[in-house]
């Protein structure tokens, strides 16, 4: 059973650092691309990170966060610096759904919820 | 970057109807359209990948079609599990973009 589980989150000031993880179980998690996409309260989904042979960031976050992986761990990371009050949201890491896919999510976190707020 | 319109925003039916769900793209995003369905205080849930390829588990009650610009999201026969929000997301280019959501509700 594929099992998504993120931690990490929590309340920082604005300018503030907080790292984010995300363990993987029940899958080859070094062939899959694994993504990260927040929402913030109330809103839609907003894409932010995917990481595979490449890693692609959206434009909102580039320069201060950055994801990485530990395949040795099974883990995905979300380094996030200069936090501002609209980085806000709840966290959730998704796989892809195949190898050749890396942008379509068949499998979710439970989310983290991040708050930037002095 | 390609920007995913919605609508309705939101569609109140009672159970056993038909709900049509329209996803529009500010360009062409070929076949690479999916689906998402998002309960209150759950992660979303992949339905339809590819426009019209429904995810392993999916009911056959759930279809998408469409292909360009515009797309379809079709519940043949609404469940009382299928009240929820519906995203849709493009993977043609980056940044990957999601829409703003149809909420379905009960009438």
């Known amino acids: 059973e594929v099992q998504l589980l993120e931690s990490g989150g929590g309340l920082v000031q604005p300018g503030g650092s907080l790292g984010l993880s995300c363990a993987a179980s029940?899958?080859?998690?070094?062939?899959?691309?694994m993504s990260w996409v927040r929402q913030a309260p109330g809103m839609g989904l907003e894409w932010v990170s995917t990481?595979?042979?490449?890693?692609y960031y959206a434009d909102s976050v580039k320069g201060r966060f950055t994801s990485s992986r530990d395949n040795s761990k099974n883990t995905l990371y979300l380094q996030m610096n200069s936090l501002r009050a609209e980085d806000t949201a709840v966290y959730y890491c998704a796989k892809s759904i195949s190898v050749a896919s890396s942008q379509i999510f068949d499998y979710w976190g439970q989310g983290t919820l991040v708050t930037v707020s002095s | 970057e390609i920007v995913l319109t919605q609508s309705p925003a939101t569609l109140s039916l009672s159970p056993g109807e038909r709900a049509t769900l329209s996803c529009r793209a500010s360009?062409?995003?070929?076949?690479?359209l999916a689906w998402y369905q998002q309960k209150p205080g759950q992660a979303p849930r992949l339905l339809i990948y590819d426009a019209s390829n429904r995810a392993t588990g999916i009911p056959a009650r759930f279809s998408g079609s469409g292909s360009g610009t515009d797309f379809t999201l079709t519940i043949s026969s609404l469940e009382p599990e299928d009240f929820a929000v519906y995203h849709c997301?493009?993977?043609?280019?980056?940044?990957?973009?999601f829409g703003p959501g149809t909420k379905v509700d009960i009438k």
């Open positions: 029940g899958f080859t998690f070094s062939s899959y691309a």
């Open positions: 990481s595979g042979g490449s890693t």
């Open positions: 997301q493009q993977r043609r280019n980056w940044p990957l973009t």
């Open positions: 360009q062409s995003v070929s076949s690479y």
